[in-house]
């Protein structure tokens, strides 16, 4: 029996009679209360990610971790997200967290206030300090 270890966050188990992929939870931490967690809600195809520079077109919902209150979502608006990933034009838990998503994907970010708005907050609806969570599914690459 080996061990392949595939791109983001899977491990294959192969042995002579079949292989098995197993999906295993995606953590980013800079300390132990730092950081975006990814939970799959549906696999995308597991072949297309993004990269720095894609061009990028999801849909979302945000919420606050702390009471799951919502402050935004794409979704309620009927009109997609778009943007660049990986050059800071959103919160470094979505340039993080998203690039760990194949095409079609749809997880839940768990995102440390640190990796989301800090100390400012924003908007008047994320308050200073928030831990947030957003549903996300990657509907483009481009």
């Known amino acids: 029996m080996s061990f392949i270890f595939a791109p983001i966050g899977r491990i294959a188990c192969q042995s002579a009679s079949r292989r098995v992929a197993v999906a295993v939870p995606q953590r980013l931490f800079s300390s132990s209360s730092m950081g975006v967690t990814k939970d799959t809600i549906k696999e995308g195809d597991?072949?297309?990610?993004?990269?720095?520079?894609?061009?990028?077109?999801?849909?979302?919902?945000?919420?606050?971790?702390?009471?799951?209150?919502?402050?935004?979502?794409?979704?309620?608006?009927?009109?997609?997200?778009?943007?660049?990933?990986?050059?800071?034009?959103?919160?470094?838990?979505?340039?993080?967290?998203?690039a760990l998503m194949s095409l079609n994907e749809?997880?839940?970010?768990?995102?440390?206030?640190?990796?989301?708005?800090?100390?400012?907050?924003?908007?008047?609806?994320?308050p200073p300090n928030a831990d947030l969570k957003f549903e996300v599914e990657l509907l483009e690459i481009n």
């Open 46 to 98: 597991g072949i297309t990610f993004p990269k720095p520079g894609d061009k990028l077109t999801m849909h979302y919902t945000g919420t606050l971790a702390s009471d799951g209150s919502e402050f935004d979502s794409s979704v309620s608006r009927g009109s997609p997200f778009k943007f660049t990933i990986g050059v800071g034009q959103v919160i470094k838990g979505w340039d993080e967290g998203v």
């Open 106 to 126: 749809k997880a839940t970010l768990t995102i440390s206030s640190e990796y989301g708005y800090g100390s400012r907050g924003a908007g008047g609806v994320i």
